[in-house]
C-alpha cells in the first residue's frame, strides 16, 4: 500500500530549477522528505521529475538492498529501454555512452567485477546516422551517435557502478537528441563496429539558424502562451534551439575562460575577439586554453586523470587525502590498487605520508579539494607540493568549491579538475567538467603527451553551448555570491542556536586558503553549519525559505541535509571522520542581501527553546 503523502509534499521530486527539463537538481523540502528518499518510500519516489544526474541521491557505492535507487534522467532511462526492446535479449538492459571507447572501458569493468560473465552475455552495439542521413553542413559539430553495452539485467549494481563513477555517460540533451532520430528510424546499428563517425543533421527543430543569444533575458519574466507546455517552453528560451554552427566557438570561448584568459561579459563574437587583450588569471608561464580540456562532467574529468596516470606511471596506489566527493575515493578504490585514504586532511596525516615516503613507499597521485565538501577545510598545497616534487607523485587538485576567481591552486597541481555544471555555469541546467594541465608542472610533458593521444572531446554540443552561454558572466556572480555567503555566514556564527559553521574564512586551515587566494577573491559561496539536536537542524531545515536539493554553485541559494542525502547508509563511517550525520550544507547565491539574511534568521527562529 502507498505511503501517505504529507501535506509538506507538494513541491517533493520538482525539478530545480522548475519547468526545466535539463535541470541537475530536484526539490526535496523537507527533513523527512530527504530520510523518506533515501529509505525508499513510495510518496517520495513516485513524484521524482528528475535527480541529481551524478547520482548524489545514492547511498555513494553503498549498494544495500535498502538502498536500490539510481537515478538517470527520464530521457536517458527511456531510451536505454527503447534500445535494449529493439536489440537487446529477454532480460537484457542497456546502459549509454557517447563513444565505443567508453562503451568499452564499461566491457572492461564488468569482467573486472563479474569474472563469470562470458562475451556472449555482455556486447556493444554502436548506433550511427543512417548512411543517407549522414551528409550535413553540420558535419562533426553533433556527431548524434551513442554506444551501447547491453548486459544481463541482474548485472545493475555493476553497470551504474562505472556509470557513476566514470561520469562517462551520455547527456540528457544527447540522449533526447539521439532518441529522437532513433525513433524515426535514423539512428541505426553501425555497419562498422566501433567507428560510428557519421554525421546526419537531426531533427527539424535543430535546422532554423538562430542566435544563441535569443533566448531572452535570465529573469525569465515573459508569459507563457496559452496551449503551450511550461517545461517546453522554458527549455525552448533558455536554451533549446541554438545554432549549433557555433559549437566551435562556444567551446574555445569556455576554454579560454576557464583558462582565465577570457572574463568579459559579453556575446560570443565579442568574446573570441577580446581574448588577445586579457591576461590569463591562472598566472603559469607558457599556460593558454591549448592545456584545457573539457568533459561531459567534473566526475569525469577525475576518472580520467586517474585512467591516464596509471597508463603513464603504471598501478600504484593513490591517495585521498580530505574528506572528499565520494565518488573519487570509489575511483581510486575500484579502478586501481587501492588508495591511502586520510579523511581528516590534518597536518598530522601528512606527517605519517611523510614518514611512510621515507620508509620507501611509492603512489601515483595524491587527489584533494581545495577546499573540502562539507567542512570546508583548506589542504596545505605547499606542503603537498614539495612532499610530490620529492617523492615523485602528481597532485590532482579539485578546485570546484573555490574555483579560479577565488584562489589559484594551479601551481600546486599537476592536474587541476572543475565540475563546470556548479559556479560556472549557475543556471543548474546544464552539466561539464574541465580538466587543466600545469606547463611547469614536473609530469607536464608526460601528461601532454598521453592527453593528446588519448583524450576525446564527448562534451554534447548543445550542452556546449548552453554553457558558454551561462558562464558569461561568471565574474560578477562570483563577487555577489562571495559577499552574500560571507554575510550568512556572520548570522549563523552569531546566533548561539547554531552549534558550528564552517567556512573558509574561519576555519583553521584559513592559512592554507589565504596562501592561495587570488589579491581579488573571497572565500566562496558555500558554507555548513551544525545544530544541537537533529530536531533543531530539521526544524531549521524545513522552515528556510530556500531551493532545497543537491548540487551546488546555483545563482540561487540552494540547502540540503548534505550528510543525509549523500551519505545516509553510512553515517558512522562520516562520523568516524569528523563530519556530523545532521549537518546542513548552504550553496549561497544571487539574492539580495538582506532578504537573504532575513530568511535565514526566520528559519532560526524557528528553533525551539530548549528546556
Not at 291 to 297: A, I, N
Request: charge should be negative.
Amino acid at each position: 500500500m502507498m505511503d501517505a503523502i504529507p501535506p509538506e509534499s507538494d513541491d517533493v521530486g520538482e525539478t530545480i530549477p522548475p519547468m526545466t527539463a535539463h535541470a541537475v537538481s530536484v526539490s526535496l523540502p523537507t527533513w523527512k522528505a530527504n530520510v523518506a528518499y533515501e529509505e525508499g518510500e513510495e510518496w517520495v519516489l513516485s513524484r521524482m521529475k528528475t535527480g541529481y544526474p551524478r547520482s548524489v541521491l545514492l547511498a555513494f557505492g553503498i549498494y544495500s538492498a535498502k538502498s536500490p535507487r539510481f537515478f538517470i534522467h527520464k530521457e536517458i532511462e527511456a531510451f536505454a529501454i527503447a534500445i535494449a526492446e529493439k536489440y537487446g535479449k529477454l532480460g537484457e538492459r542497456a546502459m549509454l555512452f557517447p563513444s565505443h571507447v567508453i562503451a568499452s572501458r564499461c566491457v572492461e569493468f564488468f569482467f573486472h567485477q563479474v569474472p563469470e560473465l562470458v562475451q556472449q552475455h555482455i556486447r556493444i552495439l554502436d548506433l550511427v546516422p543512417a548512411t543517407e542521413k549522414a551528409r550535413s553542413e553540420e558535419l562533426a559539430l553533433l556527431s548524434p551517435k551513442v554506444s551501447a553495452v547491453l548486459y544481463p539485467g541482474t548485472e545493475f549494481k555493476t553497470a551504474k557502478a562505472f556509470w557513476q563513477h566514470s561520469g562517462d555517460g551520455i547527456s540528457s540533451r544527447r540522449a533526447e537528441y539521439c532518441y529522437h532520430l532513433f525513433k524515426k528510424g535514423d539512428l541505426v546499428e553501425s555497419s562498422t563496429p566501433g567507428e560510428g563517425s557519421r554525421f546526419c543533421k537531426g531533427p527539424r527543430r535543430y535546422q532554423r539558424k538562430t542566435s544563441i543569444d535569443s533566448s531572452g533575458p535570465r529573469d525569465g519574466s515573459t508569459k507563457v502562451t496559452e496551449g503551450h507546455d511550461p517545461t517546453q517552453f522554458v527549455e525552448e528560451r533558455f536554451g533549446r534551439n541554438l545554432d549549433l554552427s557555433m559549437t566551435v566557438n562556444a567551446k574555445l570561448a569556455v576554454r579560454r575562460r576557464i583558462a582565465g584568459s577570457l572574463t568579459a561579459d559579453v556575446g560570443l563574437p565579442e568574446a573570441l575577439a577580446l581574448h588577445k587583450d586579457e591576461r590569463s588569471l591562472r598566472s603559469v608561464a607558457g599556460f593558454s586554453e591549448d592545456d584545457v580540456y573539457l568533459y561531459p562532467c567534473g566526475m569525469s574529468a577525475i576518472f580520467n586523470s586517474h585512467r591516464n596516470l596509471m597508463a603513464i606511471r603504471g598501478p600504484l596506489k593513490s591517495i585521498v587525502y580530505g574528506f572528499p566527493y565520494i565518488d573519487t575515493l570509489k575511483i581510486v578504490e575500484k579502478f586501481g590498487p587501492g588508495c591511502l585514504f586520510y579523511g581528516f586532511g590534518s597536518s598530522e596525516e601528512l606527517d605519517d605520508l611523510e614518514k611512510r615516503l621515507i620508509g620507501g613507499e611509492r603512489f601515483l597521485a595524491l587527489f584533494t579539494e581545495f577546499p573540502g565538501n562539507p567542512q570546508l577545510r583548506s589542504p596545505d598545497l605547499e606542503r603537498i607540493r614539495k612532499l610530490a616534487d620529492q617523492y615523485d607523485f602528481c597532485v590532482v587538485i579539485d578546485e570546484t568549491v573555490g574555483n579560479f576567481l577565488n584562489v589559484h591552486v594551479l601551481p600546486y597541481g599537476d592536474v587541476v579538475v572543475s565540475s563546470l555544471t556548479k559556479i560556472f555555469s549557475g543556471d543548474s541546467n546544464v552539466m561539464g567538467g574541465s580538466l587543466v594541465l600545469n606547463p611547469k608542472g614536473k609530469w607536464y610533458t608526460q601528461l601532454k603527451q598521453r592527453w593528446d593521444y588519448d583524450y576525446e572531446d564527448n562534451h554534447w554540443a548543445e550542452d556546449s553551448i548552453v554553457l558558454e552561454r551561462n558562464s558569461r558572466d561568471f565574474v560578477s556572480r562570483i563577487e555577489r555570491i562571495n559577499s552574500n555567503a560571507e554575510a550568512i555566514c556572520d548570522v549563523l556564527r552569531a546566533d548561539s542556536r547554531v552549534k558550528q559553521v564552517y567556512y573558509p574564512k574561519h576555519s583553521p586551515t584559513r592559512p592554507f586558503y589565504d596562501k592561495c587566494r587570488t589579491p581579488t577573491g573571497g572565500y566562496g559561496g558555500l558554507l555548513s553549519a551544525t545544530f544541537h539536536s537533529k530536531q533543531d537542524a530539521a526544524a531549521f531545515f524545513d522552515n528556510l525559505d530556500s531551493a532545497k536539493g543537491p548540487s551546488l554553485g546555483t545563482n540561487f541559494t540552494l540547502s540540503s541535509p548534505y550528510v543525509i542525502l549523500a551519505h545516509y547508509w553510512e553515517l558512522d563511517w562520516c562520523e568516524s571522520w569528523g563530519v556530523e550525520p545532521d549537518l546542513i550544507r548552504f550553496s549561497v547565491g544571487l539574492e539580495e542581501t538582506s532578504k537573504l539574511v532575513k530568511t535565514f534568521r526566520d528559519a532560526l527562529d524557528c528553533i525551539p527553546n530548549s528546556g
